[in-house]
């Protein structure tokens, strides 16, 4: 009789060895009949809740609620509509959401079960995150006619079809001999977005109010342009095939630091220039 190992599913090809965790399961092979294997039961941080409550998640947890907070101001909650928060709060879950893995990386004697719920709990956050609160975003911006969803469904549709062909290929990566850190991607993260939509959203409403002498009219076919823009190009390059690198701890910095300046310098033309401010009162809520 021998025993196969069962591969860690997201341990980085490692192979969790039956004689020292109870989370692995093993087959039995003897005589060519197959044994069914032992029952694996999830081990939560709590008995008497469901799921990972650990810091190992909880950037990822806050990435969610950043997002609810931007859909509820972008859905009028307590008040008239707030495009501008949303999109901040966009921003805030991007920058949450990118540093999740290096927390969740730093916790000691992480199972297979607590890393492939990781990487489940963060495709699922992503969702509403960078697909769902982006296009609230274009409801505040009063895009709500029938044309315009039919950009939401491509946009959310691709960003989803992206997610789940990440998850199974990360499964069958990591499942390979010698399989180790993931350098590159196929087509763009979804997360991406909420560096994209910010500053697309700040160059689109730049010209509200009349700023440079344009007109309302062409301040909204300027905004709606953009936005669409926006939506259609990150839902292109989340399904299209090319490869893009993963910037880890270093490259993250240089990113988050690229972007804060881009937006900063943005915010500054729109208010030295065109005379819009970055953001209302909040005053203005009931």
């Given at each position: 009789m021998e025993t196969e190992k069962i591969d860690n599913v997201m341990g980085g090809g490692e192979s969790i060895d039956p004689a020292q965790t109870e989370s692995a399961a093993t087959v039995a092979v003897a005589d060519d009949v197959a044994?069914?294997?032992?029952?694996?039961?999830?081990?939560?941080?709590?008995?008497?809740?469901?799921?990972?409550?650990?810091?190992?998640?909880?950037?990822?947890?806050?990435?969610?609620?950043?997002?609810?907070c931007g859909i509820c101001f972008a859905a009028a909650y307590g008040g008239p509509r707030r495009d501008d928060i949303a999109a901040f709060f966009v921003l805030l879950a991007g920058l949450c959401d990118g540093f999740d893995g290096m927390v969740a990386s730093t916790r000691k004697?992480?199972?297979?079960?607590?890393?492939?719920?990781?990487?489940?709990?963060?495709?699922?956050?992503?969702?509403?995150?960078f697909g769902i609160a982006p296009i609230m975003v274009g409801v505040a911006m009063g895009m709500t006619r029938w044309y315009y969803c039919i950009v939401y469904v491509f946009f959310v549709l691709c960003g989803l079809v992206r997610l789940a062909y990440f998850n199974v290929d990360e499964i069958n990566r990591v499942n390979e001999p010698n399989a180790g850190r993931r350098e590159s991607y196929t087509g763009l993260p979804i997360t991406n977005v909420s560096l994209a939509l910010p500053v697309f959203y700040l160059v689109a409403t730049m010209f509200d109010n009349g700023a440079c002498g344009?007109?309302?009219?062409?301040?909204?076919?300027?905004?709606?342009?953009?936005?669409?823009?926006?939506?259609?190009?990150?839902?292109?390059?989340?399904?299209?095939?090319?490869?893009?690198?993963?910037?880890?701890?270093?490259?993250?910095?240089i990113?988050?630091?690229?972007?804060?300046?881009?937006?900063?310098?943005?915010?500054?033309?729109?208010?030295?220039?065109?005379?819009?401010?970055?953001?209302?009162?909040?005053?203005k809520f009931n």
């Open positions: 044994v069914p294997a032992k029952k694996r039961r999830l081990k939560p941080t709590s008995k008497y809740i469901v799921g990972y409550w650990h810091y190992g998640v909880i950037l990822t947890y806050l990435s969610l609620a950043l997002s609810i004697h992480r199972t297979a079960d607590d890393r492939m719920f990781g990487m489940q709990i963060d495709s699922l956050c992503d969702i509403v995150s344009v007109t309302t009219e062409q301040a909204q076919i300027i905004r709606s342009v953009l936005m669409m823009t926006c939506y259609i190009l990150c839902g292109l390059l989340f399904v299209i095939k090319f490869k893009m690198f993963k910037a880890h701890a270093r490259g993250l910095i990113t988050v630091i690229t972007i804060t300046v881009l937006v900063i310098g943005l915010a500054l033309i729109r208010y030295y220039v065109c005379g819009v401010v970055l953001f209302q009162p909040l005053t």
